[in-house]
T-cell receptor, first 111, second 113 residues
Framework: QQPVQSPQAVILREGEDAVINCSSS?????VHWYRQKHGEAPVFLMI?????EQKGHEKISASFNEKKQQSSLYLTASQLSYSGTYFC????????????FGKGTRLSVIA | KAGVTQTPRYLIKTRGQQVTLSCSPI?????VSWYQQTPGQGLQFLFE???????NKGNFPGRFSGRQFSNSRSEMNVSTLELGDSALYLC????????????FGPGTRLTVL
């Protein structure tokens, strides 16, 4: 079951903050966040695991509410380089399930 | 370390034909997943392979099939192509399983005329 992302698109000015939400109808084991720039492959941002462990590499934070089956990605003090489409992917807590992505949130940062 | 490679990068076919796409994962990675990307639909899951075994299959018709070889390279095949199959096909490889970072290849852009 594909997770639902909101908003579908957002436009920010440099320095502004944004929140992208990801929700699932199933219990989640992990949530993955990726960013795809136009014409490029999706690039890993972070993974949030059941139990609270977070693994990531960039200065972008995220939360994982297991009870609500939701995750939120926080982009603070946005930069032009943050522009792209953000995808959340979920692994449902129901055994051998694949990584399934949402439809994406298109983020545009303007000067 | 070389990244995920996909061949060919671009492909133009006509309706009714079949096509085979190839994906070579990062060396040492045993997990390969395939996704179809179309505007507005995000990344639609096609298959997931691990050590030559298909672990999961997405909600696609039987015209879509795949396999993984002993060297972890993977192929996907689409038979009897339809106009709606036009898309970017991405493969991703991972070291262990889905709870680790997935590395995406550049994709194969398939156009069906």
């Amino acid at each position: 079951q594909q997770p639902v992302q909101s908003p579908q698109a957002v436009i920010l000015r440099e320095g502004e903050d944004a929140v992208i939400n990801c929700s699932s109808s199933k219990a989640l084991y992990s949530v993955h966040w990726y960013r795809q720039k136009h014409g490029e492959a999706p690039v890993f941002l972070m993974i949030l695991l059941k139990g609270g462990e977070q693994k990531g590499h960039e200065k972008i934070s995220a939360s994982f509410n297991e009870k609500k089956q939701q995750s939120s990605l926080y982009l603070t003090a946005s930069q032009l380089s943050y522009s792209g489409t953000y995808f959340c992917g979920i692994v449902a807590y129901s055994g051998n399930t694949p990584l399934v992505f949402g439809k994406g949130t298109r983020l545009s940062v303007i000067a | 370390k070389a990244g995920v490679t996909q061949t060919p990068r671009y492909l133009i076919k006509t309706r009714g034909q079949q096509v085979t796409l190839s994906c070579s994962p990062i060396s040492g990675h045993r997990s390969v997943s395939w996704y179809q990307q179309t505007p507005g639909q995000g990344l639609q899951f096609l298959f997931e392979y691990f050590s030559e075994t298909q672990r999961n299959k997405g909600n696609f018709p039987g015209r879509f099939s795949g396999r993984q070889f002993s060297n972890s390279r993977s192929e996907m095949n689409v038979s009897t192509l339809e106009l709606g199959d036009s898309a970017l096909y991405l493969c991703a490889s991972g070291s262990l399983d889905r709870d680790n970072e997935q590395f995406f290849g550049p994709g194969t852009r398939l156009t069906v005329l």
